[in-house]
DNA sequence: TTAAGTAACGGACAATTGTCCGTTTAGTCA
DNA sequence: TGACTAAACGGACAATTGTCCGTTACTTAA
């Protein structure tokens, strides 16, 4: 019976859940917990918890896919409620708000053309976003030819807000601010 | 005869001074040079290393304040020598090229308005972006209310695009992009 | 069912970061 | 000039990250 559903050993699957879970508690009690501690208390070596996860940065990532792939999938979803325009908004709204990226999370995008296991969850949010351009464009809501990976690259930027009194307010103004730089038609 | 000039006593300058220069030279060689390395190169303990440098990116900071400090007197500069839009333009190029902020180096003012050390060298930085607006803004070349902050936040941007064939492009892309979101008249 | 092959394990170890604290010394004042 | 004091030093130590490699056990195929 060939078990491998995903090219993953089961043993292997087994320890990488566990892991998973474990670190999504201990991180989210305290982003600083030692990688270490949460390989014990997930009762796995040193060894099997670094192969899994090189970085504290993978293993963020990982934790965060899931919510990652459901703000990629959000964007058919809106398109398919809203005009274009709208659905694009209401996505970047969505985009800021978005909890996981908050605080010690929010560095994860960055750079990710470059890291191998970064590139997939990238790649998906600028699927997401040219879906959502192309669909402004056919719609004649935005100028044409805007790049994808640039304005993802702009929206990154709110990932970064600190947390301050008025970090709200400052998101609708960035956002405007890039709407504008798109030529979108209000 | 008091000698401080800078609120530093004498040999801690000597040490600091030190320090930085070794840093440069190892930093621009490798990146990753331990700071352990760095300490024992300068003649200092890991002590007085981490005292005058508390983090890595602490040391890196102080290493490019001398480039940023530059390219916030660039804007007044260029404000003299060209038209206000121009000279926002001509701007954001350099900082665009600003070799100092490449590579590691990108991550340091992120969250600058959070620790207080990167504070100084941001509000540099937001200065010389608000004189370039309100510049731009006189003369009617942009739309008025852009905020100094948001715009200094999406060209941050720049500095953590991947040194890639065609960086340069997607900068130009990037700045124009942003300059639409200000209601630039070209 | 068993044996072989290999993916995965996990703890020991190395490397680096970051802290602490007793010692030294620059700067001050009589 | 000779203490005095506080700033600064720097090495030892603790904590964390990251690597290595001999051992274990899941899978497959006969």
């Known amino acids: 019976m060939a078990v491998e559903e995903d090219g993953l050993r089961a043993d292997a699957r087994a320890n990488r859940d566990r892991i998973l879970e474990v670190a ?8 600083e917990t030692p990688l270490s501690a949460i390989g014990k208390a ?10 899994h996860f090189p970085t504290r940065e993978a293993l963020a990532l ?16 809106l398109l398919q409620k809203h005009p274009p325009l709208e659905a694009f908004r209401l996505w970047c709204a969505q985009l800021a708000n978005s909890s996981a990226m908050k605080r010690g999370v929010a560095k994860l995008l960055q750079g ?6 970064k590139r997939e969850t990238y790649e998906q949010m600028v699927l997401a976003v040219r879906s959502l351009i192309a669909a402004c464009e056919a719609a004649g809501a935005i ?8 304005v993802l690259m702009l929206l990154g930027v709110l990932w970064q807000l600190p947390s301050h009194p008025g970090r709200d307010s400052q998101s609708a103004r960035i956002i405007a601010l890039i709407f504008g730089g798109l030529g979108a038609k209000d």
Do not use: F
């Open 24 to 31: 999504r508690k201990a991180l989210t009690h305290d982003p």
């Open 42 to 51: 997930a009762g796995v070596g040193q060894g099997t918890l670094y192969r």
């Open 62 to 77: 990982a934790i965060y896919r899931e919510e990652i792939n459901a703000l990629a999938a959000l964007a058919s979803t």
């Open 112 to 117: 990710a053309t470059s890291e191998d296991d």
């Open 143 to 150: 100028d044409t030819g805007a790049n994808a990976d640039d």
